[in-house]
């Protein structure tokens, strides 16, 4: 199933990775947290990251590479 599966993500949560077959979730479900099915942490369908609540996907993905890049833009302060 996961390997002809089209539509698909696995789990954002660092222990887990789980597969998530996304073929059966609806437009209405996709506008909303999914579940995963083995460690239970929330899941965005749409931009298939963690769970984002008050932020649309583009606004979450925007403030995940800002938190990427702090550690980098501190270092080059430093110097």
């Known amino acids: 199933e996961e390997f002809s599966c089209k539509e698909k993500m696995y789990c954002k949560t660092k ?3 789980a597969f998530i077959n996304l073929t059966h979730i609806s437009e209405r479900q996709r506008g909303g947290p999914i579940e995963c099915p083995q460690c239970h942490a929330r899941m965005c369908p749409r931009c298939k ?3 984002h609540v008050g932020f649309s996907c583009e606004q979450n993905q925007a403030e995940v590479e800002r938190r990427e890049d ?4 501190e270092l080059a302060r430093q110097r």
């Open 70 to 73: 702090a550690p980098v833009l």
């Open 49 to 51: 990251t963690a769970w």
């Open 15 to 17: 222990t887990c990775g």
